[in-house]
T-cell receptor
Framework: DAGITQSPRHKVTETGTPVTLRCHQT?????MYWYRQDPGHGLRLIHY???????DKGEVSDGYSVSRSKTEDFLLTLESATSSQTSVYFC??????????????FGAGTRLSVL | AQKVTQAQTEISVVEKEDVTLDCVYE???????LFWYKQPPSGELVFLIR??????QNEISGRYSWNFQKSTSSFNFTITASQVVDSAVYFC?????????????FGKGTRLSVIA
């Protein structure tokens, strides 16, 4: 199994509060991703990173920010949580490089409820 | 723009039946990658297979097989002799551009229930 740890695994918070989710990897993979999963939508990309301090927006990036100050950690921040951000959040990693297989491996997910 | 369509929202079969999960994709790129992931009731996402666009050879892995047809932009997944443990949500996904490691575009998933 890919060494990916998401924390916390569950969180309940109130509307308007800031929330930070953490993804930690032990694989030294270059690429990291944040997706959210909602019923009827599958998984949708929020942000991704292609290296330390290199990030890009995804399909549903509004209301989210990310940071990657070191290879192993990718943080997702909800500056002011809203009920529409209640979701399951998945982190994924992939290796990168010319011979990379572009296979994304996923963490166990974080279930976030915004009340 | 890329798009993945899994038209079957839910499928229910009796154990030992064969079942095919459909996946149709759209992309403008000539080089792309297709994936299937399994999400069992426990919630994790499990990688099943990756196929690149220039390899149309079908693949079989035990009871699982995949049929890739560029002519119809489809990448269908068949489970032979289904078992209760196959009950899960299955996602088809697409990654385009030949640089690899681009984010995945997922279909909405097909929930498979295998009844004993």
């Amino acid at each position: 199994d890919a060494g990916i740890t998401q924390s916390p695994r569950h969180k309940v918070t109130e509307t308007g509060t800031p929330v930070t989710l953490r993804c930690h990897q032990t694989e030294n993979h270059r690429y990291m991703y944040w997706y959210r999963q909602d019923p009827g939508h599958g998984l949708r990309l929020i942000h991704y990173s292609y290296g330390v301090k290199d990030t890009d927006k995804g399909e549903v990036s509004d209301g989210y920010s990310v940071s990657r100050s070191k290879t192993e950690d990718f943080l997702l921040t909800l500056e002011s949580a809203t009920s529409s951000q209640t979701s399951v959040y998945f982190c994924a990693i992939s290796e990168g490089g010319q011979l990379a297989k572009n296979i994304q491996y996923f963490g166990a997910g974080t279930r976030l409820s915004v009340l | 723009a890329q798009k993945v369509t899994q038209a079957q929202t839910e499928i229910s079969v009796v154990e030992k039946e064969d079942v095919t999960l459909d996946c149709v994709y759209e992309t403008r790129d000539t080089t792309y990658y297709l994936f299937w992931y399994k999400q069992p009731p426990s919630g994790e996402l499990v990688f099943l297979i990756r196929r690149n666009s220039f390899d149309e050879q079908n693949e079989i892995s035990g009871r699982y097989s995949w049929n890739f047809q560029k002519s119809t932009s489809s990448f269908n997944f068949t489970i032979t002799a289904s078992q209760v443990v196959d009950s899960a949500v299955y996602f088809c996904a697409l990654s385009d551009r030949n640089s690899g490691n681009t984010p995945l575009v997922f279909g909405k998933g097909t929930r498979l229930s295998v009844i004993a």
